[in-house]
């Protein structure tokens, strides 16, 4: 055959080309953007608006390499201008680079310091690489060159609220609102930091006013609603969350090809729960499945794999099979390849499938419509829980407590949900009572360290994959008096059980959708714990757990 030259791009094809992916782009269809980009970019390479879409289509893709070299192949061709090295920045941001993304930063503001985007840009970029310090100090010397300019405070006051908290950051995007009303990133800010829910709810109402199709304000208008009760019109706002625009990661698609359920009758008909986010969220609206499984004639239940076996324990007559997720091009898939290999092979036929998360939707108007399970909605293995039952009763006398302190997630803001051994000591250091660690990343050292300092053992189950091994979390549970901590997934899964479980939280959470009883609806037995007027101190709810202890144990 010999070698073949590539065809050379005509001027007529990639102006036709780029016509095609503009209007692509448009369409949010970032697999054509980048396939007729590319091509018209052979020729108009020196178009700068051209390679801002291109590389932004990539990185939508999840295309990081191809992103890359195609901004090493323009820095080839041309210096690195100011326009050139902007389009890097907002690369590396949209890539969560946050690192590459203020070296950039930096070097673009040396070339280019006329330019307010700029610092709004390298801000966002500290702020991703929690050098929240340095962010707001670069922020307090540019902000009097450039007062005027809105993005500036709202970044400010993103980095604030990062480091000092949500209340401190509220002067800073009300300034960015009142140089620019109609910044709705800066509204969607204030209503993050506004604990008022009424007053949260206006707030997010005017940017859902100025961005009418942007999930991220619906999103946080239905955790308002929830707070407030408003249940059936909360959950029309959280379908946002399947929103295939939001960034990168959060959003999800499925395989199946199984219609939405309507909200029809399901006499008669067969339907499938699909499994969503993460395990702790599967297990928190797992309630919502005895409604679903006593009237389907069928229930099909896609799980998280390490809920297989626990949640067909619970559900005998409904088929439960595991889900598989896999990132491609930068969107989630979850298939569950059992069932859709049955339907697809063995012509089982299924009639509406639906979100897990939004089975609330259907059942909920406000709080009076949420059940109680005073004995839990799930179960553990009885012979495992025997089993845990006499190594429980061997480490020590009085109340048996499991502890959770932090979630594997601490990054930025979530640092202010949890806590440390040092500041659980005042509980810990309860006589009659044997804590058991139920954390479920690797806290040895963590655990020596704070024996040899303070002479307290907590112990811990040696053998025992506390994050894989869902049944013997289960298991351990069902022996234990009290599961107090952090809101993790561990708590979850003691809830499930019905187990006597305390939440100790920031704020009240949005998971009691209105109920003002100091615990969650569905469990009696629960409770939780929160800071009260003083943001970031953890004394109150400390105290307030440990004189709780107290009364648990002198009621015997």
């Known amino acids: 055959m010999g070698n073949v030259k590539p065809k050379k791009i005509t001027k007529a094809r990639a102006n036709k080309e780029f016509e095609l992916g503009r209007k692509a782009a448009k369409a949010g269809d970032w697999h054509s953007v980048a396939k007729h ?38 820095l080839q061709r041309h210096k690195a201008t100011p326009d050139i090295c902007a389009i890097m920045l907002q690369m590396a941001l949209e890539m969560t680079m946050y690192d590459v993304a ?40 540019v902000i009097p060159m450039f007062p005027e300019v809105s993005g500036l405070w709202n970044v400010l006051g993103s980095l604030v609220q990062q480091r000092d ?28 930091a506004e604990e008022d829910q009424a007053k949260r709810h206006e707030i997010i109402t005017e940017a859902i006013k100025l961005e009418p199709k942007n999930p991220e304000p619906h999103l946080i208008n239905a955790f308002c609603l929830m707070h407030m009760g408003r249940l059936k019109e909360a959950f029309k706002e959280y379908e946002f969350r399947m929103d295939p625009s939001r960034k990168l990661g959060q959003s999800l698609s499925y395989t199946h090809k199984v219609p939405r359920w309507d909200g029809s ?27 679903v499984y006593a009237e389907a004639k069928q229930l099909y239940i896609g799980c998280e794999p390490r809920l297989v076996s626990i949640f067909q324990r619970e559900f005998p007559n409904a088929v439960v099979a595991r889900h598989a997720t896999k990132s491609q091009y930068g969107y989630i898939y979850r298939s569950f390849p059992d069932i859709e290999y049955a339907m697809r092979d063995d012509g089982l036929e299924i009639d509406w499938a639906v979100p897990i998360a939004s089975l609330p939707g259907y059942f909920w108007e406000g709080p009076e ?9 799930l179960s553990a293995d009885r012979a495992l829980a025997a089993e845990f039952a006499k190594k429980i009763a061997g480490a020590g006398e009085g109340l048996k407590v499991g502890i959770v302190w932090r979630s594997g997630n601490i990054t930025g803001i979530r640092k202010r949900s949890y806590l440390s051994l040092e500041q659980l000591l005042p509980i810990l250091a309860t006589k009659g009572v044997t804590f058991f660690s139920l954390q479920y990343t690797n806290v040895g050292e963590e655990l020596e360290a704070f024996e040899k300092e303070h002479g307290i053992k907590i112990h811990t189950f040696d053998g025992v994959d506390m994050k894989n091994d869902i049944e013997a979390n289960l298991a351990i549970m069902a022996n234990l008096d009290l599961v107090l901590g952090a809101p993790t997934s561990p708590l979850s899964f003691a809830a499930s059980l019905g187990a006597r479980t305390w939440w100790m939280c920031e704020m009240e959470p949005w998971w009691r959708y209105g109920f003002d009883g100091g615990r969650p609806k569905f469990l009696p ?4 714990f929160t800071q009260g007027e003083e943001r970031g101190n953890w004394d109150k709810p400390v105290d307030d757990v440990r004189a709780a202890l107290a009364d648990l144990l002198d009621a015997g």
């Open 525 to 528: 037995q629960g409770k939780y």
């Open 165 to 192: 908290g949500r209340e401190a950051s509220k002067a800073f995007f009300h300034e960015s609102i009142r140089l620019d009303p109609k910044n709705f990133k800066a509204y969607s800010n204030l209503a993050g």
């Open 369 to 377: 419509d949420i059940e109680e399970f005073p004995n839990g909605y």
């Open 37 to 74: 980009l590319l091509v018209a970019w052979e020729v108009y390479s020196d178009d700068l608006p051209l390679l801002t879409v291109l590389s932004h289509a990539l990185v939508q893709l999840g295309a990081r390499s191809q992103a890359i070299e195609l901004l090493e192949k323009t």
């Open 102 to 141: 203020v070296k950039i930063g930096r070097i673009l503001i040396e070339i280019d310091p006329q330019t307010p985007g700029h610092y709004i840009n390298l801000a966002s970029a500290l702020s991703g690489a929690e050098e929240y310090d340095a962010g707001i100090s670069m922020l307090q010397a």
């Open 265 to 291: 009758s399901l006499a008669g008909k067969t339907l499938m729960v699909t499994g969503e986010q993460g395990i702790g969220d599967e297990v928190a609206f797992a309630p919502l499945l005895h409604r």
